[in-house]
């Protein structure tokens, strides 16, 4: 067969391929056109999922004729002033988006420029192009898109259910809309408006939490904290969720880059590993990440839907993000998700619309016919009371642990309370976690606040406890060596061999101490202690697959992370022992001054808090 150049028409739908996969894809383009243009307001309308129409309406700044008919010409954008692709400082910068979607579809261009008296109308079908003609329209743009993919038919065989597309382009839509705060948008569907989202007042970040709430819901504002750090040029900024506020998946992980949304796999194993210490291998924190930094510090023209980037300095990226997540839940000490005390309600409610009832007792025909009452005995056994005054009692912040000597249980009842002449409610007032009231099966601490109650589970909250102690000995002492009697030498390829002797500095930093050994290979000289009888060789090989992904040594970190978690387990007091008054009060007031001890290692809430009007609704009270 000979070589032939193919027609422009058949050259512009197969780059439509790339540019337009499915209706979200041309909302994508469209709605990001509309921000560039300086949009305050963006209507959005689809029907049949977008397969039939997509019509995107702005209030930007127009365009005139000329401008109109250059802009469906491919390669033509008003968005490189200066040709210079490494200072973009748009969504859009191909002119790739109105000639891709023209070429397999039916698209309606109307635009009014501001000062101009009239609205200007452009057809292209096909990837033909008639001439503007005069249409009515007010100030702004729109544009429509009739039967997508109509020119290349076999696309559609590979688009989903109208349903799941119509989805599609609301994530794209929201996504938008969450990094630009003060842009109103509207979502509608073939028979209702399913996304309103008004523009945002007030500063920044008042702006973008009221934004985060309207997308993402309440819950998710009242269990995030501020996150706002600068490191060399490179600001992050956004709010990240409390790691009891967690979720399955990772589709709540919301990255933006210079004001794009972009799925990065470097940002996402960033927070992985600020939350590491927090979440359990299966849950997911929720953020929402804003990165600013100098154009010509990141390439955003590595993907045709431009929705991956890459950064000059990986490192620093990923290091500010780290440092800057983990800084900001110190900054929220002991505090636990409102959802923890919410999902404990939803337990113990009834389900349903049924009213609140109590329970009857067995009716035999007489009102005396009641249950005897425990014997004497069983009562006491029951309810044992502790010295008088022990709730005023303060103790230094080690007090507990002294106490805690591995397998020191005692038989104990099913609860104990304890009995003070002291007004509860002033003393629980000056605790967060108020002061402990008794302990239920011998595993949960039950304490009063000033406005309601806490349960504590002592095992999960003493494990937090122990855990960021060891952190801070590894910290403060370094890490302890242990020598290999014979040096193991592990085989690799040339490259990640090179990759694991140029950070050998670092890994020495984290107790393990290599030298290259000849061509692909590295020789092991020491480890840290605290990982006893290892796998050194796929230690090695997990250490090099992270430095070839990340530039990171992640899998020694996680590793000593493990080992510290699981000591902590093993160290920390275990459910079913008898605690006094003094030690579960010494356990409260430690949770209060340690960060994150609102979760245990494995990310489980260790307390539930619940208010006084909480328990009254239990009650029908409310």
Request: net charge negative.
């Amino acid at each position: 067969m000979t070589i032939r150049l193919l027609p422009p028409t058949l050259i512009n739908r197969i780059a439509a391929g790339e540019v337009v996969e499915r209706p979200a894809s041309a909302v994508k383009e469209l709605v990001e056109n509309a921000v560039d243009a300086g949009a305050r307001r963006i209507d959005v309308t689809m029907v049949d999922g977008g397969k039939a129409a997509i019509i995107v309406t702005d209030d930007g700044r127009g365009m005139t004729p000329a401008e109109m008919e250059l802009a469906v010409e491919r390669h033509a954008t008003s968005k490189l002033p200066d040709d210079d692709l490494f200072n973009i400082g748009f969504l859009g910068f191909r002119g790739e988006a109105l000639p891709s979607i023209g070429s397999v579809a039916r698209l309606t261009l109307t635009s009014r420029p501001a000062g101009q008296d009239s609205a200007w109308s452009l057809l292209i079908e096909g990837g033909l192009k008639g001439a503007p003609e005069p249409a009515a329209h007010p100030f702004g743009t729109r544009i429509e898109v009739r039967d997508l993919f109509y020119a290349t038919p076999a696309r559609l065989k590979f688009l989903k259910a109208s349903r799941t597309e119509y989805q599609h382009a609301e994530d794209v839509i929201q996504r938008l809309a969450m990094a630009h705060p003060d842009v109103s948008f509207t979502l509608t569907g073939e028979s209702r408006t399913t996304l309103r989202l008004n523009a945002a007042q007030g500063d920044l970040f008042d702006a973008r939490l009221k934004r985060l709430a309207d997308v993402l819901g309440r819950e998710f504002s009242d269990n995030a904290v501020l996150l706002n750090a600068e490191r060399e040029g490179v600001r992050l900024s956004g709010h990240v969720g409390l790691p009891t506020f967690n979720r399955g998946n990772a589709q709540h992980q919301y990255l933006f880059v210079n004001g794009r949304p972009v799925k990065d796999r470097l940002l996402t194993g960033a927070v992985r590993g600020a939350y590491q210490d927090f979440l359990a291998h299966d849950r997911h924190a929720v953020v929402a990440l804003y990165l600013d930094l100098p154009p010509s510090d990141v390439d955003v023209n590595v993907h045709p839907a431009k929705a991956e980037v890459r950064f000059r300095d990986p490192g620093l990226v990923r290091g500010l993000i780290v440092g800057a997540i983990r800084h900001a839940l110190n900054e929220a000490g002991h505090r636990a998700s409102s959802t923890v005390a919410a999902q404990a309600l939803g337990a113990l409610l009834p389900q349903g619309d049924a009213a609140v009832t109590r329970p009857a007792l067995p009716f035999t025909g007489s009102l005396w016919n009641r249950p005897a009452p425990p014997p004497a005995a069983v009562r006491d056994a029951a309810f044992q009371s502790q010295s008088p005054g022990w709730g005023a009692a303060t103790l230094p912040s080690d007090g507990f642990s002294e106490r805690m000597a591995p397998g020191s249980y005692t038989a104990a009842p099913f609860a104990r309370a304890v009995e003070t002449p002291v007004d509860p409610a002033d003393e629980a007032a000056r605790y967060p976690l108020g002061v402990a009231r008794g302990q239920v099966h011998n595993t949960y601490i039950v304490a009063q606040t000033a406005d309601g109650l806490v349960i504590v589970d002592q095992h999960a909250a003493h494990e937090r406890l122990v855990y960021e102690r060891m952190k801070e000995a590894l910290a403060s002492g370094g890490i302890r060596r242990q020598m290999l009697l014979i040096p193991e030498v592990v085989e690799l390829d040339s490259a990640a061999a090179d990759r694991l002797v140029a950070k050998a500095a670092d890994l020495a930093a984290l107790g393990l101490v290599i030298e290259g050994f000849g061509d692909g290979a590295v020789v092991v000289r020491e480890i840290p202690s605290l990982l006893g009888d290892t796998d050194v060789q796929g230690l090695i090989r997990d250490l090099a697959d992270d430095l070839a992904e990340t530039d990171q040594a992640l899998a020694l970190q996680d590793r000593l992370a493990d080992v510290c978690g699981t000591m902590a387990c093993h160290g920390s007091v275990r459910a079913g022992r008898v605690l006094s008054a003094p030690e579960m009060n010494a356990l409260l007031r430690q949770m209060e001054v340690t960060p994150h001890s609102g979760q245990c290692n494995h990310g489980r809430p260790t307390y539930v808090e619940l208010k006084l009007k909480d328990i009254e609704k239990l009650f029908g009270r409310r």
